[in-house]
Each structure stands twice: as C-alpha cells, then as structure tokens.
C-alpha cells in the first residue's frame, strides 16, 4: 500500500482519471451495497448456481463463475443469471484464467459452448503468453460489444406485377396483394416451368402462374447507449447517507456493456511460481492496457505509482468458525486461508473471495452476510471512515 489509493474510498476511486467505466460503476456498486464480497460458485449444475446466486445475491458484489465446470453448462443458464445479476445488484467474472496464444483465446472467449465474452463482464488471464494475450482479449471484447450495439433486421415482401384496370386474375393468392413499402433489392421469381404429380403435391402452381418480384429490405440499427455509469449531477456527497440504498441503485442502473480483465498475478496457493519479478510484469503489462485490465488476481495492493488505481480481488479468504480466531486454516491441497481483515486492511486488497467458507455453509445467506460484515468493517478501518465508502 504505498498510494494514495490505500486510503480513498470506493467512491472516490470511482471518479479517478484513470479509473475505467466497469471498474467505475463497479466500484459506486460497492459503495453503495457496503460489500468487497466476490462470492465463488464452484458448483457444477446450473440449478446449484442460480441457487447459490439468489441465496447471496444481495450480499456480494461480484460473483465468480467456473462455467467449465458446471454439467449442464447453457445459453439458458446465462440468461437466467444475467437476470439474477440485474436484480440483486452484482457483476459476474467468469475464472476462466485464459493462457495461450492470441487467436486461441480469442475463440475460448468468445466462442464454443460458453461464449464468455457475452455474459461475463470480467474475466481473467496469465501473462505465460506475453502481453499479446491481453491485445487478443481486448480485440475480442470490442467486437462483442460492437455485435451487442448492432442490430439487423430483415422484411421480406411479394411485389406481383399490377392488373390493368377490369383485368381478371384468378390467382387468389394475389387478392392479399398490398405494395410494398420498402425495396432494397429485387429478385425475380419464376414458377416452374414444368407441372407434374410432385408439383401438385408440392401445392406448385400450374405454368399460367405470373412473374412476381420479391422485395427484400435490410435495416442495420446501432444502439447508442452510455458506455459509463449513469451521471449524477444533482449527487451531493452528504446525501448518500440519507438517501436509501434502493435509491442510490436505481440511480447508478445497470452495468454498462463493457469487458474488463484481471491479470493473474500472485495465487494463495502453496508453492505458487509466480516470482515477483513475474508480479512485476503483470502490473508493467496492466499499465500499458489501462482502458481494458480492471486489476490483479493478487495477495496485496501492486498499486504504487500515483496514476495506478487497478482493483486487487484477493482469493483464499476464509473466517475461523467462531470460538477459533486466530486458528491457521488451510487444506489439504496446497490452500492457504487468510482473513478478510488481514487481505482489506493489512495488505490494501479491495475484493475478498470467498468460496468453500460460504458454499459449504448450512446457511450459505447468513454466512455471506458474516463475510461481507466481516469485510466492510475491515475497509472501513483502513479508510479511516466509519461512514459509507
């Protein structure tokens, strides 16, 4: 912790020069909802994770997703997720932790059953590849907002050529005739120049049948929808803690369809070969990508120039069962468990995440709660305010 940023809030870091538009919105997010709680849903059906998503939605900030993982893995689930993301108040990153050659991780993001890139607003990567990943990823989020932002629509009519007036036409299909009101382009149809048994069956019509024109109209629509979080002119900064939290929320509104990137700097697991030297590399990187990479999957703040204002979102986080403080935890598996108070306000992270601690609970709502508590009262020491951030 050796910036300014140690010590600012979430809101005041929302408006920095340097700070994005999701990281923005997701920072007044925070503020708002009093919660640095990232929650990881490492089920593996659908059912469990819409569950888990309604039981600790109004709890948590973001919720971290392993969709590999889930069986059942489909566009519904993400549908139904999005849904439960609007109305609980939190963004989704996806873990996918991409590390391979540019045009690979472009097709991983964007393409095969998941197709991340369309519903995961943040998503990680390693920096293995060298800094050409991070240009892939980015080149591969602005496309799907570029798709999201364009629309095309199709008509398609039937231009039958004009009766002269007391001319007879027994074709009854040509009764429901009305011109077209747009051509874009024209195409003649002819009927088939032979009649036989298959075109009866078919319901062709006999050769008398007259040319026709098809008119097909294309229509290409662009949304034009703010890409940052709604303004707030009329915002004094006494008033948020008078108004309701319902308020403050519809009046930041949803997140605007951007992606962001964390880059995978230091992991909670034993034995880890992420040197510092290779740390120092993923900041230099998320220096040079500042309008895409969002921050670091890290054990402390890597902040430490003046402009540097990247979100630390810190796993391996774990409460001791009560009556146990001060208990080393961990697993069998290499984990290392530390506490919400020790990464917020002892190493300047500003994301805990959360997974077994909360998803093995008997009361998975009561113990989010326990966690975001937990780690509010710790961001709260560090900023020196016992005030919403």
Not at 5 to 17: C, E, F, K
Not at 87 to 93: D, N
Request: one cysteine or more; proline letters at 6%; a negative charge.
């Amino acid at each position: 912790m050796t910036n300014s940023m140690a010590t600012s809030t979430y809101r005041s870091r929302a408006g920095h020069v340097s700070t994005g538009p999701l990281a923005s919105y997701l920072l007044r997010l925070m503020s708002i909802k009093q919660t640095n709680l990232c929650l990881s849903a490492d089920v593996e059906t659908s059912a469990e994770l819409l569950d888990l998503a309604e039981d600790c939605g109004d709890h948590i900030c973001i919720l971290k997703t392993h969709c590999d993982i889930v069986t059942d893995w489909s566009d519904r689930t993400a549908r139904a997720l999005r849904e439960i993301a609007r109305r609980k108040w939190f963004v989704i990153f996806e873990d996918r932790k991409f590390a391979d050659i540019g045009e690979t991780v472009q097709k991983q993001y964007t393409s095969g059953v998941h197709c991340i890139a369309s519903w995961a607003e943040i998503t990680n990567a390693h920096i293995l590849p060298g800094p050409a990943i991070v240009t892939a990823l980015h080149k591969a989020a602005d496309a799907t907002i570029a798709k999201y932002n364009t629309g095309v629509h199709t008509d398609i009519s039937s231009d039958a050529p004009r009766r002269k007036p007391g001319e007879e036409d027994d074709d009854d299909d040509d009764d429901d005739y009305q011109e077209p009101t747009r051509k874009n382009s024209s195409a003649l149809v002819t009927p088939p120049i032979h009649g036989d048994d298959e075109d009866k069956r078919l319901g062709i019509k006999p050769l008398d049948r007259k040319q026709s024109v098809v008119s097909i109209s294309t229509s290409i629509w662009q949304r034009h929808e703010s890409i940052s979080p709604r303004p707030e002119p009329d915002f004094q900064p006494d008033e948020a803690f008078s108004l309701d939290k319902i308020t403050l929320l519809a009046r930041l509104g949803e997140p605007p369809f951007l992606r962001s990137l964390l880059l995978l700097a230091e992991m909670s697991s034993e034995g880890h070969l992420m040197t510092p030297e290779y740390s120092q590399k993923c900041v230099e990187i998320a220096r040079q990508n500042r309008d895409f990479v969002m921050g670091f999957i890290a054990q402390r703040s890597l902040n430490s120039e003046p402009q540097d204002n990247f979100l630390t979102m810190t796993p391996g986080c774990q409460l001791p069962p009560p009556g146990q403080e001060g208990q080393k935890l961990g697993d069998n598996l290499g984990q290392q468990y530390n506490t919400p108070r020790k990464l917020i306000l002892e190493q300047g992270c500003d994301v805990i995440i959360v997974g077994r601690g909360i998803v093995r609970s008997d009361n998975r709502a009561t113990e989010a709660a326990r966690y975001r508590e937990e780690g509010w009262r710790a961001y709260e020491e560090r900023v020196g305010s016992v005030r919403q951030g």
